[in-house]
T-cell receptor, first 117, second 112 residues
Framework: GAVVSQHPSRVICKSGTSVKIECRSLDFQATTMFWYRQFPKQSLMLMAT?????????EQGVEKDKFLINHASLTLSTLTVTSAHPEDSSFYIC?????????????FGPGTRLLVL | AQSVTQPDIHITVSEGASLELRCNYS??????LFWYVQSPGQGLQLLLK??????LVQGIKGFEAEFKRSQSSFNLRKPSVHWSDAAEYFCAVVYNFNKFYFGSGTKLNVKP
C-alpha cells in the first residue's frame, strides 16, 4: 500500500515551453500532496503543498505563476513548469500524505528529472 | 527556529560492519521523526518512523532508530551493512501539521 507514481520520469524540453508532471497516489486517496525540488547533492526543498479542491500553498520564494499546481482529484496532483528555462532543470519529487489521527506519513514518488535546453 | 541536522555528509563503512547515522533536531516539543533512503535518481523510500511510545523503532531492511529526548536525536542504526545499502539517507521531522523538514542528507558508501 501507499504507492505513489510520477509521470514522466524524465523530460527534456526547449527553453520557453511548458512541462506538466503528474503525481498519482495509486492505492489510496490523498487530500494533501507535496511538491519538492532537489538539486544535485542537496536535500529536498519543499515547493508547495497541494490540497484537493483548493489552491496550493507555496513556500516563500517559489513563484506560483511559474509552478502551477492543480489537485483536481484525491489521487492526482499536477505540477506545470511554465515557460521553462535552463535554471528550472532539476529533480522534482512529489509525495502524498497517507494516514490519519495525527500520524500521517508522506510517501514519495520516484521523481521526475527535468532538463531544459 | 526549528532545524534538522545530519552532521555527517559522507560515511564509508565496510560491508558487514555496523552503521550509525546521526540526526539531531531542535524544537521545544517532541516532533514526529522519520528516516528515508534515496537511491541515485530515485524518490525517497520510508525506512521507519516515530510518533510516540517505544523509543526504539524497527524499520525495513534491518534498520532501527532510537529516539533520545535528552539528546534531541534520532539516530539510525544497522548492525551489519550490505552493499545494497549504499544510498543517501535523509532524516525528517514534522513540527507542525504535516510539514516535513528534511536534513541535508548523509551519503553512505559501502566498501567490499
Amino acid at each position: 500500500g501507499a504507492v505513489v507514481s510520477q509521470h514522466p520520469s524524465r523530460v527534456i524540453c526547449k527553453s520557453g515551453t511548458s512541462v506538466k508532471i503528474e503525481c498519482r497516489s495509486l492505492d489510496f486517496q490523498a487530500t494533501t500532496m507535496f511538491w519538492y525540488r532537489q538539486f544535485p547533492k542537496q536535500s529536498l526543498m519543499l515547493m508547495a503543498t497541494s490540497n484537493e479542491g483548493s489552491k496550493a500553498t507555496y513556500e516563500q520564494g517559489v513563484e506560483k505563476d511559474k509552478f502551477l499546481i492543480n489537485h483536481a482529484s484525491l489521487t492526482l496532483s499536477t505540477l506545470t513548469v511554465t515557460s521553462a528555462h535552463p535554471e528550472d532543470s532539476s529533480f522534482y519529487i512529489c509525495s502524498s500524505l497517507y494516514g490519519g489521527g495525527g500520524k500521517e506519513t508522506q510517501y514519495f514518488g520516484p521523481g521526475t528529472r527535468l532538463l531544459v535546453l | 527556529a526549528q532545524s534538522v541536522t545530519q552532521p555527517d555528509i559522507h560515511i564509508t563503512v565496510s560491508e558487514g560492519a555496523s552503521l550509525e547515522l546521526r540526526c539531531n533536531y531542535s524544537y521545544g516539543a517532541t516532533p514526529y521523526l522519520f528516516w528515508y533512503v534515496q537511491s541515485p535518481g530515485q524518490g525517497l523510500q520510508l525506512l521507519l518512523k516515530y510518533f510516540s511510545g517505544d523509543t526504539l523503532v524497527q524499520g525495513i531492511k534491518g534498520f532501527e532508530a532510537e529516539f533520545k529526548r535528552s539528546q534531541s536525536s534520532f539516530n539510525l542504526r544497522k548492525p551489519s551493512v550490505h552493499w545494497s545499502d549504499a544510498a543517501e539517507y535523509f532524516c525528517a521531522v514534522v513540527y507542525n501539521f504535516n510539514k516535513f523538514y528534511f536534513g541535508s542528507g548523509t551519503k553512505l558508501n559501502v566498501k567490499p
